[in-house]
């Protein structure tokens, strides 16, 4: 598996598959989420608000409480792509190169990521 994501900390994303993918939300919707950590070793990603689980956290100190707590879990780096904001649909991506700076763009409109 390469080492190297189309993804990065902070984007704003959309997913592909499953019971948050576009064919499963209203026409015109897209159920987007802002990416809080990147695992590029092991090619996953958690996004903000998607694929939520339910943790049983023990109390490890004393006063301390526990409980159940809903977290985000990871999902896999292939399963999202990158929301285009005038598109307004998840887009792929090519690298424009000015003056020596790489900035990402939308592949089919051109818009700036």
């Known amino acids: 598996m390469s080492n190297k994501l ?7 994303v959309v997913l ?9 939300v209203k026409a015109g919707e897209v ?5 809080l950590e990147v695992s590029p070793k092991e090619g996953k ?6 694929n939520m689980v339910t943790k049983h956290v023990k109390p490890r ?6 409980g159940i707590v809903k ?8 399963k999202v792509s990158i929301y285009c904001p005038k598109c307004k649909k998840g887009v792929r991506t090519k690298v ?16 700036e990521l």
């Open 6 to 12: 189309h993804i990065k900390k902070g984007d704003t």
């Open 16 to 24: 592909n598959v499953g019971s948050f993918s576009n064919k499963f």
């Open 31 to 35: 159920k987007t989420g802002k990416v």
């Open 45 to 50: 990603v958690i996004v903000e608000g998607i």
């Open 61 to 66: 100190k004393q006063g301390e409480t526990g």
């Open 71 to 78: 977290a985000e879990a990871p999902i896999n780096a292939c």
């Open 96 to 111: 424009k190169v000015e003056d020596g700076k790489k900035t990402r763009v939308c592949a089919k409109c051109g818009a």
